[in-house]
């Protein structure tokens, strides 16, 4: 089974020696790549994430590092579903099986959590395959020559999602702009501090806390669209 894309959704400009290499000059997906809390309760998780879809939510990636397979297949299942009815992509984090599984638009790999290059190989050339690239032009280029078709360079701020000590900066975004595929910033990003990061070519930005530990959640999501020129 091949993990595949939602018509419309967004998928990559370019995707390295698959489909997508003749599109390779098509905008990118801009916007608000957001990602999952580690919520135990199934029913709770998508009384949270199903008021934000049609807010303005590019991209959602399931992420439950707290969670027992079990619970994981559920919820991805339950995410994609609803993710499909609001044309939005799922992705899955660090799971391939789960993400094929539940038919996700693709997979988000950190840098120990499994090969690229195999990756692409078990998900096909349409499929979205994000690479943590933390503070490291030389891994994003690695990536991309595997077949990543985003790049995820982090964190920019402190975090209260993950504890790292790996800082990227705004010249990072700018330097993989030759990449020619969407880069993703993540990392303690609010609406106050993005601008810079979208300015040095952030084409996503990778959310957690800042929209789900919002008072108001759906405003939390507005306002990180703001943050992108029209």
Not at 42 to 60: I, K, N, S
Not at 73 to 92: D, T
Not at 101 to 124: F, K, N, S, Y
Not at 179 to 188: E, H, Q, Y
Request: with cysteine; hydrophobic share 50%; aromatic share 4%.
């Amino acid at each position: 089974m091949t993990a595949s894309i939602i018509p419309g959704s967004g998928a990559p400009s370019h995707v390295p020696g698959g489909a997508g290499e003749s599109a390779s000059h098509a905008a990118p997906p801009r916007g608000l790549y957001l990602i999952t809390p580690d919520e135990p309760d199934t029913a709770r998780l998508l009384a949270r994430v199903v008021p934000l879809l049609d807010q303005g939510v590019t991209w959602l990636q399931y992420r439950n590092k707290a969670a027992a397979a079990p619970l994981r297949r559920e919820q991805a299942g339950a995410l994609q579903a609803v993710c499909a009815r609001a044309g939005v992509p799922l992705l899955i984090n660090d799971d391939v099986a789960l993400a094929m599984q539940v038919g996700a638009a693709g997979v988000h790999l950190g840098e120990d959590d499994g090969d690229i290059a195999a990756a692409r190989a078990q998900l096909g050339p349409a499929a979205l395959l994000g690479a943590s690239c933390y503070d490291s032009l030389a891994l994003a280029e690695r990536a991309v020559r595997a077949g990543a078709s985003y790049v995820a360079f982090g964190a920019f701020f402190a975090s209260t999602s993950k504890t790292t000590t790996r800082r990227a900066s705004p010249a990072l975004l700018r330097a993989a702009a030759g990449l020619d595929v969407p880069r993703v910033a993540i990392g303690g990003i609010t609406p106050a501090n993005a601008g810079p990061l979208v300015e040095a070519g952030a084409d996503l930005l990778a959310v957690i806390g800042g929209v789900f530990d919002a008072p108001d959640p759906v405003a939390a999501v507005h306002a990180y669209r703001r943050c992108f020129p029209l």
